[in-house]
């Protein structure tokens, strides 16, 4: 399998608080993804780290990516009702390998 | 942003049938996908398609599988026969060439063989 530790099937939190989701992979990859999926909607791209990236920051999220270790991460922060949806890491630019997915779901 | 449309959203058919899947990628783009979801599970990558032609596929990609996109129309999924293990969602998604990795997906049909 392309993934080792499987994420947090599931995450429930309150509004405004922050959020970390981990993930790691067995495999080489020069990105990460991260996509979010809303129920009944296709994935889509929130974020993208590469390997010669230990961080980046698009508004409130954080993605880092370890290649040492094969993990990343992705935090949320100050999450708003609108962040609940499944979160996926996926890897491989071409045809990409999608891990188990946490399901967040913030509450107000 | 861009969209990738697919159609149907819901497919229903008895097991043996021939189904077809289409979707209608971003206008500019050249790479295209599949990927299949059973509920609860992961998505899994089918198949790439590039320039008329299968670059990749996986081993869930069954010989009953089969994929094209004539003259610039939909790119289709077909599968003959169908089996019960195929019903899934499917998502269809694609991306330009040139060193953009993003691929973007399709709201997906949800197929189901009785």
């Known amino acids: 399998s392309q993934w080792g530790e499987e994420n947090l099937q599931a995450l429930s939190i309150q509004e405004g608080e922050d959020v970390t989701m981990n993930c790691s992979y067995k495999t080489y990859t020069t990105v990460v993804h991260w996509y979010r999926q809303d129920s009944g909607r296709g994935p889509a791209l929130i974020i993208l780290i590469r390997s010669n990236e230990r961080e980046k920051r698009s508004g409130r999220l954080r993605a880092t990516l370890d290649t040492s270790s094969q993990s990343s991460s992705l935090s949320i922060t100050a999450a708003q009702c609108e962040d609940t949806a499944v979160y996926f890491c996926?890897?491989?630019?071409?045809?990409?390998?999608f891990g188990d997915g946490t399901q967040l779901v913030v509450k107000p | 942003g861009p969209k990738v449309l697919q159609i149907p959203s819901h497919q229903i058919i008895d097991m043996g049938q021939m189904v077809t899947l289409n979707c209608d990628p971003v206008?500019?783009?050249?790479?295209f996908y599949w990927y299949k979801q059973i509920l609860g599970q992961q998505m899994e990558f089918l198949v790439n398609f590039y320039n008329g032609k299968v670059m990749e596929k996986s081993k869930l990609f069954k010989d009953q599988f089969s994929v094209e996109r004539p003259d610039g129309s939909y790119f289709t999924l077909k599968i003959q026969p169908t089996a019960l293990e195929d019903s899934a969602v499917y998502f269809c998604a694609s991306r330009r060439t040139g060193g953009g990795y993003e691929q973007y997906f399709g709201p997906g049909t949800r197929l189901t063989v009785l």
């Open positions: 996926a890897t491989d630019a071409n045809r990409i390998f």
């Open positions: 206008s500019n783009h050249l790479y």
